[in-house]
């Protein structure tokens, strides 16, 4: 489980956008519907960024180990 | 175990056609059969795709350490 | 141990010829003989595919870190 | 759980500015504001530093496997 | 502990001249003197193969984790 | 924990100078204040090497997955 | 720990010069004074072996998990 600095701030991101930076460089944004131990993440109305070009995903499950950071989009 | 918010996606798309991001850039498509505790996934009637070609591979099963995201194909 | 839905597709190829997907890209065909619960697989009369050719290697144990994807090959 | 030194640095840290140099060559700054025993951070008015650009992030969640170093900002 | 399958192989194989293939390309070629449950190998008259070029390692203890694959050499 | 061998030297090593070889090829040197079970290790007065150039860093923590090796300076 | 017949292989190499085989083509050779659960190893007298150049290093302790193999030097 993440420790509870890490997963007060989740809680409080589930049904807002979040942007998550993944290794290798890919970006995807779209709104916080979950995330368990491993911070695998659900997202609603994803879209993956890449340079300059927008991809919409839908619903998608981010596997955690991918996971670079995750930001509250402001 | 995915968590309960993961599982539950993965529940509600058996049997539906899913597109999984792996490592490296490449995708593959199918219908999902089955997922386990690591994201293993048994697809079927998957395809490879990679740049603009398709390669029909029939069931296959996904090691899950290689998924970057997966998402119901709308 | 994989899960049930991946653990009954491996089981039914028993026998049969599997294409494996490596990471970095390479691949093995043979006929899986057996597998255990880290995804490692033997595989009999195996070949490693890479680009064009063809090289034959006999009876090989895959360690299943390097897996990728493992397909019945049609 | 990071062992007593390292914590002992990081409870110190709590309140002050970070900076996060993480694999691949990214790095990050922001005050920290949490850690658990993956050392996942979290971090106030963080910004992603590459090459000569900054981008304000906000709050965000740091996966603690993509760190190499953390270092109080002097 | 590699599964039933694995380990019979191996076993199988103990006193005979095997070719491993290891991560990044590499390949080691020895009779297999031992292994164990992280699939780490002792090999002796062990060589390295690297393009057209041999060279002679004695024995050697290959870690698991970067085998790709083993082969009874033929 | 690591080993005894290991731990004695790291224990030997507090108070003193020691430069860490990170993946990548990067390199930092800094005095030994702690280690832990995961080679995680704080470095006071350290700094970065790379190529010819030199960033100081004050105290930081080094996340034991990324040393390669760590070795007293003489 | 590593299983018997490498720990046999390594605690008869202790006292003697061993090439260590790391990840990233580099190598390191020195007297192997220990070794732990993790390969972890510790040489004396190490030097860092990196296209036609020695760089030498005193006592080393090497991380296990960047270990490709280890052989006594002959």
Known sequence: M???ATAQ???????SSVL???K????????LRG???HL???????????SNKTRK???IIVRGDNVVFISPVM
């Open 24 to 31: 290798g460089g890919r970006e995807v944004r779209g709104i």
């Open 2 to 4: 993440p420790g509870p």
């Open 9 to 15: 701030i989740l809680v409080k991101s589930l049904g």
């Open 40 to 50: 695998n993440l659900v997202l609603d109305e994803a879209e993956e960024l890449k």
């Open 35 to 37: 995330f368990d131990q």
């Open 20 to 22: 998550v930076k993944l």
């Open 57 to 59: 995903l839908g619903t």
